[in-house]
């Protein structure tokens, strides 16, 4: 039985919550530049919402604030001194989820870094006190659940990825039904499309937000990889036939429109002896009240994938931001923000 419902992330906005990137272990040389990226996706949302920003204190405070005056940023803007570890708030954020009267709820599962991969106890902390802050009603939840591994159309349907959520270093005590028991009855749920496995470089596991999105209630953009000798071709086609093959208990099908895979971005870490491939992806997109911020990354595909894009959000304005820094640290623009819905 159904209890809840996660709006789907085109409805209306009361705000979105992101944290100012902050780890030089995240983005090493290019911290600098990921910070000017952010703070250009931070320009577009607050052009049609309010923009909360988690900063670890006052120092911190002071430097995203130069910033934000440096890109005429004036509006629709709180900072909130809430101590971090990383800055992928749409994984340790709770997911925001409308009850049976219609009143906004925090739903905070457990965070546990993409299974213990990295240290998480600040992110951890950080997600449970947004409520708090702004001043929701927050229901804490005994399962380790990320944002960005659930996508929804909020009438019903939900897609994520087997090699995510049933990695035993998330729920091991979890059956695939009891995960499923739970997404439906939380996040409002009918149906569960599932997906195989995410693109390379992904350390999440798989998260769908680098994969699949919806753009409205019958319609997905899935990235595609064109060639066949590239790693991400056969679990990319696999994800796609999956979705071709998708019928709702009505027998109705999805409508599956190509997303083009961004040529290979590789980036040297210091740790590291050769490139490391980035999970660099357009469909890790973010959905604003105003416009639809994108990651981009100064190739010929740049284009196409806007133009696609902008078919579904006519109402909105498709901003291509340049992302290559902020991938760096293994994540873009829909990793780093977490909707609160009206």
């Known amino acids: 039985m159904i209890s809840f419902r996660m709006p789907a992330e085109w409805e209306k906005h009361m705000g979105t919550i992101t944290t100012y990137p902050k780890a030089y272990e995240t983005f090493f040389d290019r911290l600098d530049q990921a910070r000017d990226q952010f703070i250009q996706m931070v320009k ?6 309010k923009v909360y920003i988690n900063v670890d204190d006052e120092e911190t405070k002071n430097d995203l604030m130069e910033k934000l005056k440096r890109f005429n940023i004036r509006k629709n803007i709180e900072i909130l001194i809430n101590k971090t570890d990383d800055a992928w708030c749409r994984d340790y954020c709770p997911i925001f989820v409308k009850d049976r009267q219609g009143e906004t709820v925090a739903l ?31 229901i804490n939840l005994d399962m380790v659940l990320e944002g960005g591994s659930v996508e929804v159309n909020g009438k019903g349907i939900l897609l994520t990825t087997e090699s995510c959520l049933l990695n035993k270093n998330r729920n091991p005590d ?24 995410g693109i390379v470089g992904d350390d999440t596991d798989g998260h769908i937000d680098d994969i699949t999105r919806f753009v409205c209630e019958d319609t997905v953009v899935t990235v595609f990889e064109e060639d066949k000798n590239d790693p991400n071709y056969d679990p990319l086609m696999e994800n796609y036939k999956k979705l071709k093959s998708f019928k709702d208990k009505y027998g109705r099908s999805l409508n599956v429109i190509k ?7 590789y980036y040297t870490y210091p740790m590291e002896k050769k490139p490391y491939r980035l999970p660099a992806s357009y469909a890790n997109f973010y959905i604003s009240n105003k416009a639809v911020i994108v990651p981009v990354f100064n190739c010929d595909k740049d284009e196409l994938a806007l133009e696609i894009l902008e078919k579904f959000f006519p109402d909105r304005k498709v901003v291509g931001i340049y992302a290559y820094d902020i991938v760096i640290g293994l994540g873009a623009f829909h990793c780093l923000t977490q909707q609160i819905p009206l």
């Not at 965070?111 to 929701?136: C, H, Q, T």
């Not at 997303?259 to 971005?265: E, K, N, R, S, T």
């Open 108 to 138: 905070k599962f457990r965070f546990n870094s993409w299974g213990e991969k990295y240290p998480y106890e600040n992110d951890e902390k950080a997600g449970n006190r947004i409520p708090d802050i702004l001043g929701f009603k927050k």
């Open 174 to 197: 979890l059956s695939k039904e009891e995960i499923e028991e739970k997404l439906k009855y939380y996040l409002g749920a009918d149906e569960i499309i599932w997906l195989g496995e």
């Open 44 to 49: 577009y949302i607050s052009e049609g919402e």
């Open 259 to 265: 997303l083009p895979m961004p040529d290979p971005v």
